[in-house]
């Protein structure tokens, strides 16, 4: 019988510029070395390691290190998902793209949608091709002039996408960064050395809806919530398919960062 007292290490992968991007359908920026760059690997490192707490099987980390978003690059993105909701999708999904995604997320908000009212949001010609691969990738039903989402908890495998910005000194700068990173993820954070003394930081961020991390580890909780989350965004459903892509593209779990 396993000691469940003694905690297990969460399977993770971590993937950046270095990873095979064209399996994945996602790019980073550079990384360049420095104080920043160093800043985020030792917290990463803190993280893995304190990042134990109520391990439940099933679940993998993909931590994403500065994707190319709409909004910029994050320095670091993780992603916390079930393993056991992607383990049902079939291959067709492999092809989506990300118009495809936008598509798929308007129709998640819907329990039924005719086809008209799509046609008036999106071009008719790639709404038609977009239709056709979301119904072979098993993710809508096509019923004549409606469509059907099938069950979020049956497509979407994420529980927690939190987005991190590292910043020496500038830590305004990060808060800006972080605020706009809630297009997308559960929650965001700013990450710095250490908080400054009678630094008004941590009420800033809390007045944008921003959490504050320190790689000493004054500020930091691990425990973050694993409940059935709904996508913020279509980039949501991004990290989504880019987690369970990365996961089939090799049989390792954990990288080296």
């Not at 095979?20 to 104080?35: L, N």
């Not at 002039?145 to 994420?158: E, G």
Request: charged residues 25%; hydrophobic residues 40%.
């Amino acid at each position: 019988m396993p000691d469940n007292r003694v905690p297990k290490m969460w399977p993770y992968t971590v993937l950046d510029s270095r990873a095979r991007t064209g399996e994945i359908g996602i790019r980073f920026r550079q990384s360049r070395s420095g104080p920043e760059e160093d800043l985020v690997r030792d917290f990463l490192e803190r993280f893995l390691e304190r990042f134990t707490v109520k391990v439940r099987d099933g679940f993998q980390v993909t931590f994403f290190k500065e994707p190319q978003l709409e909004s910029g690059a994050p320095d670091l993105v993780g992603v916390i998902w079930r393993t056991a909701t992607a383990d049902k999708w079939n291959k067709a999904r492999l092809l989506l793209q990300p118009f495809d995604i936008r598509v798929m997320h308007h129709l998640a908000q819907h329990e039924n949608i005719d086809r008209a009212s799509l046609e008036n949001l999106f071009d008719r010609t790639r709404l038609k091709d977009a239709l056709a691969k979301l119904e072979a990738a098993e993710m809508v039903r096509l019923r004549g002039h409606t469509i059907s989402p099938r069950p979020l908890s049956k497509l979407y495998a994420a529980k927690h996408i939190f987005a991190i910005e590292a910043k020496i000194t500038k830590w305004r700068d990060a808060l800006n960064q972080a605020f706009l990173n809630r297009w997308f993820a559960t929650s965001s954070y700013i990450l710095l050395p250490r908080i400054p003394l009678n630094s008004v930081v941590v009420s800033q961020a809390q007045s944008l809806g921003v959490g504050v991390w320190s790689s000493d580890g004054a500020l930091f909780d691990a425990n973050l919530p694993l409940a059935q989350s709904s996508p913020v965004s279509y980039a949501s459903w991004l990290f989504n398919e880019w987690s369970w892509r990365a996961s089939i593209s090799s049989p390792k779990h954990h990288a080296e960062f």
